[in-house]
């Protein structure tokens, strides 16, 4: 990875945006790179950085865990259940998801 040193002013946006502005008269441009948000160097010698918005998370709420999987209520007020079985443990994928749906039910 080659290291660049810069002179400028930096400046920080309120919409997640750093601006950098080069006191350097000859300018190299760079590749745009992504490292928890964007980055580009232009051709004026304006370095700028855009990070990404937070992704949303779920916020259910677990009601029953099972031993592959559970049961939760989400958000918007459905019930949602998973149940994950892994081929190499040689089981019935059918009958494990029954037995773990009839006990996250009861």
């Given at each position: ?33 992504r ?18 918005p ?9 009601k029953?865990?099972?031993?592959h ?15 994950k079985?892994?081929?190499?443990e ?17």
């Amino acid at each position: 990875m080659a290291k660049i040193n810069l002179k400028g002013v930096g400046t920080v946006h309120e919409d997640n945006k750093f601006e950098f502005k080069s006191k350097c008269k000859k300018v190299v441009s760079c590749k745009s790179y992504r490292r928890r948000g964007i980055g580009i160097m232009t051709e004026s010698g304006n370095f700028e950085f855009t990070t990404p918005p937070p992704k949303q998370r779920g916020k259910g709420i677990c009601k029953k865990k099972t031993a592959h999987g559970g049961l939760s209520i989400t958000q918007d007020g459905a019930y949602y259940f998973y149940c994950k079985v892994y081929k190499n443990e040689g089981l019935d994928y059918a009958e494990v998801m029954r037995k773990e749906l009839e006990e996250a039910l009861s």
